[in-house]
């Protein structure tokens, strides 16, 4: 059965389970300052677990595209990818364990028709220091589960990764570990940031049982053993608790289900290959890879250059796609750092300039049904590849030689365009010692890279929903509308930032503004503000909000029929979500204190609230 499939008979199981199908969310995230991209299913959904009604109802199953940059590095091994897709079902204090346990495994076992044999579990045993129980509901429908396939599910009790190690799989099917089946966007319950939600949780491993254990792992094998033979296929958090401080947890006011299962890993299962890159997502770009380079994907002097220049091109495709272009900060650091990484393994393979663009056609082609919003922006995603492709080859040999004469890891940064992270990969292969701080010194002696974990710095700006935070945001909105007023309707936000003090606004325009325009814009935001105009935040049908807001900049695909529309009189109609003041006249005296170039075609506007 092909990944596609996959997909949707997922997304159609659970709409006759009573859910409603939505599109995934972007990559990257709309007001949440935790983080640059969107990591997992759960990120977009995260108002709708804390309380918030979702528009669509208590039950909602999607396939959400996801990027994770901590494992940029671990690509290249049979089963780590940047970019992936979580399939999820979400209940908002509807169903819980009883209905969602049964129905996941009758998905995997009836639906896509894996062996129940070769699956196995792992559940919450608790955890004493915070008071939370084992999770003995979750092993008793397990049992029952597998007892009805004709499996005896003897349930053992690990406690840890180590003690797995150590104890090994002892006959058994259902495994309880402590922290590693506590789930939270912080992890285990002592990291847990207060506020934030969480539960205990229960793991599907597939096994591959002609991968034989590797002993470096530890001397048994165990569920989360790292030795491949087994793989975690999906997860269903029982989200139940709130963390109220240190080690004090209460219950929310109604449980939800949060399940995640890559659509990338299922496949594996399913297609019974303990390889990612084997999947059928992969097999067309990887055989032109081998056309156009005379090499094999399976001799091991080439695989690894296979799987990254496969993965970092996929992640870059969806990245491009939803606005991120290749650049030194934020996000766009990311996809010049895999862009050029995949640069330099295909120059291993010895490929030259300009496949790049052939093989984005291979990708772009899977997913044209699934993604046609990124299929569509095909001629812009091929571009930008092309034009960040040519740039660093144009220094990738030049910098080779530097590399080779010793390293000076800032001059290969600052000169020749090489992600660190790249030159750390050269120097290791060589078996050489980077010397890390002096890197860093050097960075920040040339005004340092704001880059991963960088609070404050998303789509939408938000650093935080305090008081002048929210002033900040409404006054964007308001800015953004003069700028439309005065320089054109063309106008659309690039991006913003957003702390207590100040605010940053980029926009499209080809050159300087002069200090008429600017003066212009900055008395057409004072005017609205002196008008002390209502501002209104209204719920309204997608198709009926499309005819009032003021400028359509964006794809709507991803919304669901019912959307957030902010409102400031016919002034502004925008589609925002975020916090707003209720009337303009709160903003206080709006002063622009600065107008320069972002990035090419995108100037940036400073400003405070007086």
């Not at 999607?62 to 091994?77: C, L, M, N, P, Y």
């Not at 570990?177 to 966007?185: A, L, M, P």
């Amino acid at each position: 059965m092909q990944s596609k499939e996959i997909r949707e008979r997922y997304l159609k199981f659970f709409e006759k389970k009573g859910h409603k199908i939505i599109p995934s969310a972007s990559l990257i995230p709309e007001n949440d300052p935790t983080t640059l991209f969107t990591g997992s299913g759960m990120q977009p959904m995260m108002p709708y677990l804390l309380g918030e009604i979702h528009p669509l109802g208590k039950r909602i199953t999607d396939s959400q595209k996801s990027f994770r940059t901590d494992d940029i590095e671990e690509v290249g091994d049979n089963r780590h990818t940047t970019f992936f897709e979580m399939l999820g079902n979400w209940s908002f204090g509807d169903y819980f364990q009883k209905e969602q346990i049964p129905w996941i495994f009758e998905f995997l076992t009836k639906e896509l028709k894996i062996d129940p044999k070769k699956i196995f579990v792992t559940v919450f045993s608790g955890n004493k220091e915070n008071n939370l129980l084992a999770d003995t509901q979750a092993v008793a429908i397990w049992k029952e589960l597998f007892k009805n396939e004709g499996i005896e599910a003897k349930d053992v009790i690990l406690e840890s990764e180590q003690n797995g190690a150590n104890l090994g799989m002892q006959g058994g099917r259902i495994f309880s570990y402590s922290d590693k089946n506590w789930w939270s966007r912080g992890g285990a319950p002592d990291k847990m940031p207060t506020g934030e939600p969480g539960g205990g949780d229960s793991e599907m491993f597939y096994e591959f049982d002609f991968i034989k254990h590797n002993t470096m792992y530890g001397k048994y094998c165990h569920p989360n053993c790292d030795c491949g033979r087994y793989i975690e296929i999906g997860n269903s958090v029982f989200m139940e608790f709130k963390k109220l401080g240190n080690r004090k947890f209460e219950p929310l006011p109604k449980k939800n289900i949060d399940f995640g299962g890559g659509l990338e890993r299922i496949s594996m299962a399913v297609q019974n290959t303990n390889d990612i890159f084997k999947i059928d997502i992969f097999t067309n770009l990887i055989s032109f890879l081998e056309k156009i380079s005379n090499t094999k994907y399976d001799d091991p002097k080439y695989t690894t250059s296979y799987r990254v220049i496969a993965d970092h091109l996929r992640a870059s495709i969806f990245l491009i796609s939803d606005g991120v272009i290749p650049s030194n900060t934020d996000q766009g650091y990311f996809v010049r750092r895999l862009l050029r990484r995949a640069v330099r393994y295909a120059d291993i393979l010895g490929i030259k300039e300009g496949n790049f663009a052939d093989l984005t056609d291979y990708v772009l082609e899977y997913y044209k049904d699934a993604y046609p919003e990124t299929y569509n922006k095909k001629e812009i995603i091929k571009s930008e590849i092309y034009k960040e492709e040519l740039k660093f080859r144009k220094t990738l040999e030049a910098g080779m030689k530097e590399f080779e004469k010793g390293i000076d890891p800032f001059v290969l940064f600052s000169s020749y365009g090489f992600p660190f992270e790249l030159t750390k990969e050269l120097a290791k292969e060589k078996g050489i010692i980077v010397d890390e701080d002096k890197f860093k010194k050097d960075l920040e002696t040339h005004q340092a890279l704001s880059r991963a974990g960088s609070e404050q710095k998303f789509k939408g700006g938000l650093g935080g929903t305090g008081e002048m935070e929210t002033k900040y945001h409404t006054a964007t909105h308001l800015l953004l509308a003069s700028l439309r007023k005065v320089l054109g309707g063309e106008i659309i936000q690039k991006g913003s930032n957003i702390t207590a003090e100040r605010m940053r606004f980029d926009f499209n325009w080809p050159e300087k503004v002069s200090a008429e325009k600017l003066k212009e814009v900055e008395d057409l935001v004072n005017k609205k503000i002196a008008e002390k105009i209502p501002v209104e935040m209204l719920e309204l049908p997608k198709e009926e909000a499309k005819k009032i807001v003021t400028t359509l900049a964006f794809d709507l695909s991803k919304y669901g029929d019912v959307v957030k529309v902010y409102k400031i009189d016919d002034f502004d109609v925008e589609f925002c979500g975020g916090p707003h003041v209720k009337n303009t006249g709160e903003l206080g005296l709006f002063k622009i204190v600065k107008e320069e170039a972002s990035s090419a075609g995108v100037r940036r506007i400073k400003a405070v609230l007086k």
